[in-house]
């Protein structure tokens, strides 16, 4: 089995202080893809390369202090590549992508990190430039190679990912457009949301994000916003799913899926 993890670490220094590399140390996974560390490379350098005995590879954003993905491997990859090719976006530390290549197959294990447009108007349309153009790349990966991209997509796709999406249908996040990108990505049976294959009808349990305003934790009102995207035949060796809850290292849960493959 291959146990692949995602998540968005709210910042390495502040996940590793709150117990992270314990819980890794523990759970195992071959690969963790995270996303907003929230750092540069001077500042990784001896302390945050390797957690848990995996080996790091990153995208950091040029910004300190902002965004930045990994994925962090138990088995070296034949290739790494740091960016999609956006001459707008690249520069925002939001994709890097590992390649585990042999002569009978192409697979890539991604760590992607779309951008948020809760903040206004400015970066809800950058948001929408970057799905324009992320399905395009996505799309001629596909064609090439089988992938799982991991991360944190900030959009809830159905009513059942969020408590309340009867106040949120007008928020970022949970807009039609948004909702609607998602749909399209999955309607062809080409790419699969690897967890709602799993859990097609969980709903409180599916969260994996929470407000830090009010008691969003406590009431588990929440949002699934962290995804396992995967082409469709490995989707179809995807066999549990798990989201941990019982440390709270982000704001943010880990998701985990084992699948019926190895590197």
Same mark, same amino acid.
């Given at each position: 089995?291959?146990?692949?993890?995602?998540?968005?670490?709210?910042?390495?220094?502040?996940?590793?202080?709150?117990?992270? $590399?314990?819980?890794?140390?523990?759970?195992?996974?071959?690969?963790?893809?995270?996303?907003?560390?929230?750092?540069?490379?001077?500042?990784?350098?001896?302390?945050?390369?390797?957690?848990?005995?995996?080996?790091?590879?990153?995208?950091?954003?040029?910004?300190?202090?902002?965004?930045?993905?990994?994925?962090?491997?138990?088995?070296?990859?034949?290739?790494?590549?740091?960016?999609?090719?956006?001459?707008?976006?690249?520069? $925002?530390?939001?994709?890097?992508?590992?390649?585990?290549?042999?002569?009978?197959?192409?697979?890539?294990?991604?760590?992607?990190?779309?951008?948020?447009?809760?903040?206004?108007?400015?970066?809800?349309?950058?948001?929408?430039?970057?799905?324009?153009?992320?399905?395009?790349?996505?799309?001629?990966?596909?064609? $090439?190679?089988?992938?799982?991209?991991?991360?944190?997509?900030?959009?809830?796709?159905?009513?059942?990912?969020?408590?309340?999406?009867?106040?949120?249908?007008?928020?970022?996040?949970?807009?039609?457009?948004?909702?609607?990108?998602?749909?399209?990505?999955?309607?062809?049976?080409?790419?699969?949301?690897?967890?709602?294959?799993?859990?097609?009808?969980?709903?409180?349990?599916?969260?994996?994000?929470?407000?830090?305003?009010?008691?969003?934790?406590?009431?588990?009102?929440?949002?699934?916003?962290?995804?396992?995207?995967?082409?469709?035949?490995?989707?179809?060796?995807?066999?549990?799913?798990?989201?941990?809850?019982?440390?709270?290292?982000?704001?943010?849960?880990?998701?985990?899926?084992?699948?019926?493959?190895?590197?």
């Amino acid at each position: 089995m291959f146990k692949l993890t995602s998540l968005n670490l709210n910042g390495i220094r502040s996940a590793t202080s709150k117990g992270l $590399e314990a819980w890794l140390a523990q759970a195992k996974p071959d690969c963790i893809c995270v996303q907003e560390v929230k750092a540069q490379a001077p500042d990784m350098a001896g302390r945050f390369e390797q957690l848990s005995g995996l080996q790091g590879y990153f995208h950091f954003a040029e910004k300190k202090g902002y965004s930045g993905v990994g994925v962090y491997t138990r088995h070296t990859p034949s290739d790494v590549r740091i960016g999609y090719g956006s001459s707008e976006f690249d520069a $925002e530390g939001r994709y890097v992508e590992l390649r585990f290549d042999t002569p009978q197959r192409k697979l890539s294990i991604i760590s992607a990190y779309f951008p948020s447009g809760s903040s206004g108007e400015e970066r809800q349309q950058a948001k929408f430039r970057f799905l324009a153009e992320f399905q395009p790349h996505l799309a001629a990966l596909k064609a $090439e190679r089988e992938f799982i991209l991991c991360g944190d997509v900030n959009i809830a796709h159905q009513e059942m990912d969020l408590k309340n999406f009867k106040g949120n249908k007008k928020n970022s996040g949970f807009l039609p457009e948004e909702r609607a990108w998602m749909t399209q990505l999955l309607t062809d049976g080409s790419m699969v949301d690897v967890y709602r294959q799993l859990e097609p009808t969980a709903t409180d349990a599916c969260y994996t994000w929470w407000s830090n305003r009010g008691q969003a934790y406590a009431k588990n009102v929440g949002w699934r916003l962290d995804y396992h995207l995967a082409t469709a035949s490995l989707g179809q060796r995807a066999r549990s799913a798990s989201i941990y809850k019982d440390e709270k290292f982000s704001d943010h849960a880990p998701l985990t899926v084992a699948y019926d493959f190895t590197l």
